[in-house]
């Protein structure tokens, strides 16, 4: 299945690819087509994976070079990993078409959409691979791209500061994810995610008992230990408590459209690997497994955080002055929420847990989107002195609320659905304070989304050359879709995708079959062979 490897190697070619063509050609015009051709390629073929992936009812191995794991690189895509990167790629094809509008003529742009290719090539390589050394690789390719694009406008202070923030922050981060990737290496022998996973499994040990030859010494204390230092990395990723507070710096100083996508596609990286190490990894939530004791510490840690991180950043919303800032402190609350859903250790947890995160990643990006076209026409960050473009353009005016609507949760909308499964969850485990931060924190984030939305739709409409920007093309052709998307997003259409990525993380016995089996075949392979 070739494609699962074309993606990320494809965006990485085109990314290296923009600044070499600039050498020969000056027209911006161009480098908008390109970038977003190779965001559509990138959707054709990961949408194509996903496909594959369920149409075969089992994960897809990809052997790099050939070599079969665990002696080489794999990637492993399972319905889980499969649908967020299609997804992230088709949030990502707006973004696109988004930032032809913001950038215009802007001389940077062949620098910006390089480093956008590589950020989106980095996201998609994090779900693919199932290598735990690639995956660190993964992890530092986003990392560069993102602290680059904050940087993007390296003659503001702010800008620089909180890239440099972000950066030495990550690098830290980054530092703990290596260390866990040596524990793994020295306590399990091998970096090949199926086949640390067999250690929980005491059934795949029997079968497979070659898999044990070099498992060594206290391994439920390096689990421990691989967990703590892995579960920081992703914490950070994601910016939920404690390690939340490079994002409202980072997200506000960005590029509009790279707001966007740190807020809506950056932070889900940092809750797919948790919820693949603590799921099908480590299977600290299986019942079966043999790191099962250990989950009654993780549930408490990582519901804490969550629901931390929820009701703090929402409180945080109401003081904010700065528009972008609050949009930030937005995506803490809801992937606190993300992280409440899924510390449960339930089918259902883990299934509203997916749901909310694509809700979030849309009406995200849509929001950030939107305010954005405020914020270029107005001139400012300053929520009170932003002009209402929604009075101008009912397409911005509409999005903004649509957008705003759904991250609260009201119906028809897709965020609605997903809050809704969070709730169910929470009853179903008994879990009722859950209940009540999920329903407070959507109760002082709508006070601070109407911060926003009044001056902005509501207000005093802007005139000249901003006013004429409003009705350019790429604005509905960015906005329209991930309004529609939205409204999708509802159980009738979606249902049946969250139920196979839901199996696909609970239940690791078809990750860890395949890795094996790709073992297995390669050396049954060269001994028919020889």
Not at 69 to 98: K, N, Q, R
Not at 143 to 170: D, M, P
Not at 184 to 209: D, H, Q
Not at 436 to 459: C, E, M, N, R, T
Request: charged share 10%; glycine share 8%.
């Amino acid at each position: 299945m070739h494609s699962v490897a074309v993606v990320p190697a494809f965006l990485v070619a085109t990314a290296f690819a923009l600044p070499l063509l600039y050498l020969r050609v000056r027209a911006i015009k161009v480098f908008h087509g390109v970038a977003l051709a190779a965001t559509v390629v990138a959707l054709a073929l990961s949408s194509h994976t996903y496909a594959h992936v369920l149409s075969r009812g089992a994960p897809v191995v990809y052997r790099m070079g050939g070599w079969p794991p665990p002696l080489g690189i794999v990637y492993e895509v399972d319905a889980f990993s499969a649908l967020l990167a299609a997804y992230t790629a088709l949030i990502l094809v707006f973004v696109a078409v988004y930032s032809s509008w913001y950038l215009r003529e802007d001389p940077g742009a062949p620098y910006y959409y390089s480093l956008l290719l590589g950020l989106e090539a980095g996201l998609i390589g994090i779900y693919y691979t199932g290598d735990a050394f690639n995956l660190f690789v993964m992890i530092e390719v986003l990392g560069i791209t993102c602290y680059g694009l904050v940087a993007y406008y390296r003659n503001s202070r702010e800008a620089v500061e909180a890239a440099f923030k972000y950066a030495f922050f990550g690098a830290m981060a980054g530092l703990l994810y290596f260390l866990a990737a040596v524990l793994t290496y020295s306590s399990f022998g091998n970096l090949t995610m199926g086949f640390v996973a067999t250690t929980s499994r005491p059934i795949f040990r029997y079968l497979y008992p070659f898999t044990d030859l070099f498992v060594w010494g206290n391994v439920t204390g390096a689990v421990v230990l691989i967990l703590a230092l892995s579960l920081w990395t992703f914490t950070f990723k994601a910016g939920v408590f404690p390690n939340h507070f490079w994002l409202p710096d980072a997200h506000p100083a960005a590029p509009t459209p790279i707001s966007a996508v740190l807020s809506g596609l950056v932070v889900n990286a940092g809750a797919y690997t948790s919820m693949r190490f603590l799921y099908t990894i480590f299977g600290v939530y299986d019942p079966l497994s043999t790191f099962y004791e250990l989950s009654p510490y993780f549930k408490a840690v990582l519901s804490a955080v969550g629901a931390f991180s929820a009701i703090f950043a929402s409180t945080m919303m109401l003081i904010q002055k700065d528009a972008k800032r609050l949009i930030a402190y937005s995506t803490i609350m809801h992937l606190g929420l993300v992280f409440t859903g899924f510390s449960l250790g339930t089918e259902l947890g883990i299934r509203a847990a997916t749901y909310h995160i694509l809700a979030h990643s849309a009406g995200k990006a849509l929001l950030f989107m939107s305010v954005g076209v405020a914020i270029e026409v107005s001139g400012t960050r300053r929520i009170s002195e932003l002009n209402a473009v929604g009075r101008l353009s009912p397409v911005v005016g509409a999005s903004m609320v649509v957008a705003a609507l759904s991250l609260v949760g009201l119906p028809p909308l897709g965020g609605f659905f997903s809050k809704f499964s969070l709730y169910q969850a929470f009853i179903e485990a008994g879990r009722f304070e859950l209940v009540a931060v999920l329903l407070v924190s959507s109760g002082i984030a709508l006070l601070g989304y109407l911060k926003v939305i009044q001056p902005a739709v509501f207000g005093i409409p802007p005139s000249g050359e901003g006013a004429r920007r409003l009705g350019e093309w790429s604005l509905r052709a960015s906005f329209l879709p991930l309004v529609a998307l939205l409204i999708a997003l509802n159980p009738l259409l979606v249902s049946w995708l969250l139920d196979r990525a839901s199996e696909a993380v609970v239940y690791a016995d078809g990750y860890i079959s395949e890795a094996l089996r790709s073992f297995v075949e390669y050396f049954g392979g060269v001994s028919a062979g020889g």
